[in-house]
Nanobody, 123 residues
Framework: QVQLAESGGGLVQVGGSLRLSCAAS???????MGWFLQSPGKEREFVAA????????SYADSVKGRFTISRDNAKNTVYLQMNNLKLEDTAVYYC?????????????????WGQGTQVTVSS
């Protein structure tokens, strides 16, 4: 069992930055990790993922060049650095862990989820 806790969300203006953190506890932190977002009335969608080693990452097209996912396995923590935020980035952001070390863009392949952290971008 893996427990995930997100932090770092908040209110930011367009063009600003936030860094989300996801602290993992429980069993050995040897999972690929992902970040997803969900807007009201919409399905949860992929944002970014990182392999267990950190050597492989993937991003949704909408965030490429603006967001960076990273991890510190010594601290059992995954980060999402979000720069040049846009109004459409407003959502609840969730981190998730999947069995195995390879990245995936599919929500269904992640079995552990945090409670989410709200990110609101204002004009």
């Amino acid at each position: 069992q893996v427990q995930l806790a997100e932090s770092g969300g908040g209110l930011v203006q367009v063009g600003g930055s936030l860094r989300l953190s996801c602290a993992a506890s429980g069993r050995t932190f040897s999972n690929a990790m992902g970040w997803f977002l969900q807007s009201p009335g919409k399905e949860r969608e992929f944002v970014a993922a990182i392999s267990w080693s950190g050597g492989s990452t993937s991003y949704a097209d909408s965030v490429k060049g603006r967001f960076t996912i990273s991890r510190d396995n010594a601290k059992n923590t995954v980060y999402l650095q979000m720069n040049n935020l846009k109004l459409e980035d407003t959502a609840v952001y969730y981190c998730a862990a999947r069995l195995g070390g390879a990245t995936s863009v599919y929500t269904s392949e992640y079995i552990y989820w945090g409670q989410g952290t709200q990110v609101t971008v204002s004009s």
